[in-house]
Structures are given as C-alpha cells and as structure tokens.
C-alpha cells in the first residue's frame, strides 16, 4: 500500500460554505479541515477560556467525532480548532478500536446522532512502532502492549521506504472498516446520515491530510 494515498483536500476545502448546501457529513468535515488550516496559520479563533467552558455546562452537540491517538503531540480540539462542546474524542495507543472505544462511537452514533466519524492517525505513532519493530525483530510484545499487536498486527508493512507510514496507513483503513462494520454504525450509514472516513496527522507540519480508503 502508498505510504500517502491522500485525497486532494485542498479542493474540497472550495466547496460552498453554507451548510445548507451540502449534507450535514461533509460539512462536518469541510468544518474540520477549515478548521486544521486555521491552526496550520496560526490563526485559531478558539482558544478553550473558562468562558467558553462555562458556556457549554449545561449541554453537548458535536458535529463529529474523532477517533485518535494518545500520544500527547495530536490534541485533536486545537488541531482541528474546535471550541467546548463541538467534538467528541475518543481515544486509545494506535486508535486501537477496543470495547470502551466501541461503546464510545455507539454513544455518539445513536445519543448525539453525530454525521461524521473520523479515524485520525498521525506520523511517529509510538504503538505503530513498537509493533512494528517487534514484527520486524521477531519478538513479541509484553503485557497489555500485546493486545497491541494483536489489533494492528494484520497491518504491519515491513517494505518500502517507510514501513512505520504504510502500516499507520493500513491501521487507519483498517479501523474505518471495522468501524463500518459495526451495527449501529451499519445502521445509521444506511440511513444516510453518517459518513466514516480515515485521515493522517502530520506531525512535523501540523497538517491533516484525507486519506483515500
């Protein structure tokens, strides 16, 4: 697989900006990727002061859902500058999609009936690189680390130029396919109010690209 099969984001980013004019999926989306340009610039307009916290006490409605990464240098909210109350974000080491994580997108898919769930992988992905490299050493991982393995195993790339980007590449399309496959996911897909998609943090620029699954 492409270490970077990215779709041309940067067009979609020209399409109409009222949101009545496209379905609410993409525009939860284009709200995303206007909003990782803003970061890109440096030019957030959120900036997370107890003001704004105060302001959603009381109530929740987020747009969308990302789906990412522990590690500390992907804070998905000032990535995608989103203020209190507009995303939720569940995540885990690799974005490993365990049970917590599946009763998370359930509880946005059917309580909050968000349009849109993103699996968000990013460059330099410590659990991508323990497991690869222990795939590549013919090791295994130890204690809980081995549930690791055992998730993002099927997509260990040990060729290229950069084993390390293809198999963060291959893990993301492999989680929005289980995603898909989830029933209530399934479900609300079928009735067309939901769109799952996969994109890649870059870590070194600050980007979010799309990615072509």
């Not at 130029?161 to 396919?177: E, F, K, L, Q, S």
């Amino acid at each position: 697989m492409p270490a970077q099969p990215h779709l041309d984001d940067d067009e979609f980013l020209n399409v109409p900006t009222d949101p009545s004019a496209i379905d609410p999926a993409s525009n939860a989306l284009l709200i995303l990727l206007q909003g990782n340009r803003r970061f890109l610039t440096g030019r957030p307009i959120h900036h997370h002061d107890v003001v704004a916290a105060r302001r959603w006490a009381t109530a929740q409605h987020p747009f969308g859902m990302v789906i990412s990464c522990v590690d500390s240098r992907v804070p998905v909210e000032a990535v995608f500058d989103q203020d209190f109350g507009s995303l939720l974000v569940a995540r885990s080491a690799g974005h490993v999609l365990d049970q917590a994580l599946r009763a998370s997108v359930e509880f946005g898919v059917v309580d909050l009936k968000v349009p849109l769930l993103m699996v968000l992988g990013h460059d330099r992905c410590g659990a991508i690189t323990a497991v690869v490299d222990a795939v590549r050493q013919g090791r295994r991982l130890e204690g809980a680390k081995a549930y690791l393995a055992e998730v993002i195993g099927p997509s260990v790339s040990v060729d290229g130029d950069d084993p390390y980007a293809a198999t963060m590449v291959a893990h993301v399309a492999a989680t929005v396919r289980a995603l898909r496959e989830l029933p209530t996911v399934r479900q609300a897909q079928e009735r067309g109010g939901l769109r799952v998609v996969g994109a890649r943090y870059e870590i070194t620029t600050g980007r979010v690209r799309l990615l072509s699954l």
